[in-house]
């Protein structure tokens, strides 16, 4: 198969450049790889999504391999974006976020008296609070944000592309964060690109 020139730029990109330049002009600005078809459609797809969590469409980033056209998570570093690929979108919320931390808090001595997975899930969502994120698939299911915010990602969407493909959700507190969260990971990874890339 020939090797995309854009994505090899891309790839190379990711190892060699400043981890922050590289979540400021490649993770969270590069053309989307997903929609390279049909790029009216990504704007159309931010615009439904943010209409049904009442955000501002420029709070919604797509990200991971539906933007590179490759991943970047350790166990498939560089595997090209397929049909099997999730979508990995990030939403900016101060308001939200902070509302969804005041729950925690005001039902946190509850947690200790759940079940494993709720206790784990409670657990990892305030590893998660010290960088600025919340993750559906470690919020506890007690909550608003559960119960209201993150299965409004779960259903159709108007674009085919969207259609097949599942939707992960980080929301952030800022795009400060967001910078600093993805930054730190690249800069954990960039050693193993170079090897890859054999540079």
Do not use: C
């Amino acid at each position: 198969m020939p090797v995309d020139p854009e994505i090899q730029e891309r790839k190379v990109a990711v190892a060699t450049l400043d981890p922050m330049t590289v979540v400021s002009d490649i993770i969270l600005s590069s053309e989307p790889y997903a929609f390279r078809d049909h790029p009216e459609d990504y704007e159309g797809f931010r615009t439904e999504l943010a209409l049904r969590l009442n955000v501002d469409s420029e709070a919604i980033s797509l990200i991971g391999s539906a933007r590179l056209g490759f991943s970047l998570n350790k166990t498939k570093l560089f595997s090209p974006f397929s049909d099997q690929s999730d979508f990995d979108i990030v939403i900016v919320a101060s308001e939200i976020f902070d509302e969804a931390w005041i729950e925690l808090l005001s039902k946190q001595h509850r947690f200790p008296l759940a079940g494993e997975d709720e206790k784990s899930r409670f657990k990892r969502t305030r590893e998660n609070i010290f960088f600025g994120y919340f993750r559906p698939d470690h919020f506890p299911v007690d909550t608003e944000l559960s119960k209201a915010w993150f299965p409004k990602l779960a259903t159709r969407f108007t674009s085919p592309i969207v259609q097949m493909h599942p939707i992960q959700a980080w929301l952030f507190k800022s795009w400060e964060h967001t910078r600093f969260f993805y930054s730190s990971y690249v800069d954990s990874i960039q050693a193993y690109t170079k090897k890859l890339l054999n540079i």
